[in-house]
Structure formats: C-alpha cells, structure tokens
C-alpha cells in the first residue's frame, strides 16, 4: 500500500529517532536514560537479565525497529511494536518517580523530559497506523456495497487485525 509524503516523513522521522536512541546504548554512559532504562528493565525482570544485557538487547531492538521505519519493511507490525515499546516507556513514572518529577508541582526533571517528548512520537505511530487501517477498512467496503448491520461490524473488526 501506498502512504503519503506526510505518513512517510513521520515514520522515518520516527525510524531516525529509535535509530539515534537505540545507537547511543551501544557505548556506555553516552545515552542519558541507559541508567533509566537499565533500572526500569531490572524493576521488570526482577532482575533476572544483567543490566548490561538488557540495555545491550534494547540498543538491538531500538535499532531494529528503527530500520524496519525507515524502509518501511513490515511497517505495520514495527509501528505496533514501537507502540508496545512507547508504553513500556512510561513505566518509569510509576517504578521511579523521584527520578522524573521535580521538587515543584508539575515539574520534570531532564529524564522525566526525556520520557515525556514520547507523546509525539506515540501520537505519529497511532496516526500513521490508524491511517493505513482506515484506508483497508474502505477498500473493504467498497467490495461489498450493500452490507447487512453484522456484515459491518465484521468487516470493521477484521480491519483491525
């Protein structure tokens, strides 16, 4: 299928992010939420995977997921992953909220910063991937013109898949 110069500028746009941010686990001390995202893996694992193991399959992952944008190879699912992932960001606010949140109300320190621009980047991901299920939902219809009630919602839950 094809996507618009808009959906592809997001998702490379996005690709080049967890490209950035996934290379910088690769060397030591160099990424600002390797500490972060070690402790949060740790929290997850009961500790049963090292830390240096864990940020090590991170970096792969981050990485990966970030080509897969790039080139658009299996997109849909990347963008569903990348979401899983975006989620899993947001577990620090819970495991670690001395760590995220300053001494004033409302205030973030530069990891809780760090972790919060994550909301644009899950707002590109759903757009990009509601986009392309909304376009397979019509193409769908149009295949079938005269849809009883139970036909629809068939056909709109199939979409999803």
């Known amino acids: 299928m094809k996507i618009s110069f808009k959906e592809k500028l997001l998702v490379v746009s996005v690709g080049l992010i ?3 941010f996934g290379g910088l686990k690769f060397f030591p001390n160099l990424s600002p939420a ?6 949060t893996i740790h929290q997850l694992t009961l500790g049963l995977i090292p830390d240096q193991v864990s940020i090590l399959i991170l970096a792969i992952g981050e990485v990966t997921l970030g080509i897969l944008l790039i080139v658009g190879f299996m ?7 990348s979401l899983i ?14 760590e995220v949140f300053g001494e004033e109300p409302l205030s973030l320190t530069l ?11 899950v707002a590109a991901l759903v757009s990009v991937y509601e986009k392309k ?13 005269k849809q009883s009630l139970v036909t629809k919602v068939w056909v709109t839950i199939s979409s999803y898949k």
């Open 111 to 121: 990891l809780g910063q760090y972790i919060f621009k994550n909301l644009i980047i």
């Open 133 to 145: 299920t909304t376009t397979a939902r019509r193409i769908l219809e149009k295949e079938i013109p």
């Open 75 to 81: 997109r849909q699912q990347a963008v569903v992953l």
């Open 18 to 20: 967890y490209c950035w």
């Open 34 to 39: 390797e500490d972060l995202a070690k402790n």
């Open 85 to 98: 992932h975006m989620a899993c960001t947001f577990l620090p606010l819970f495991f670690f909220p001395g």
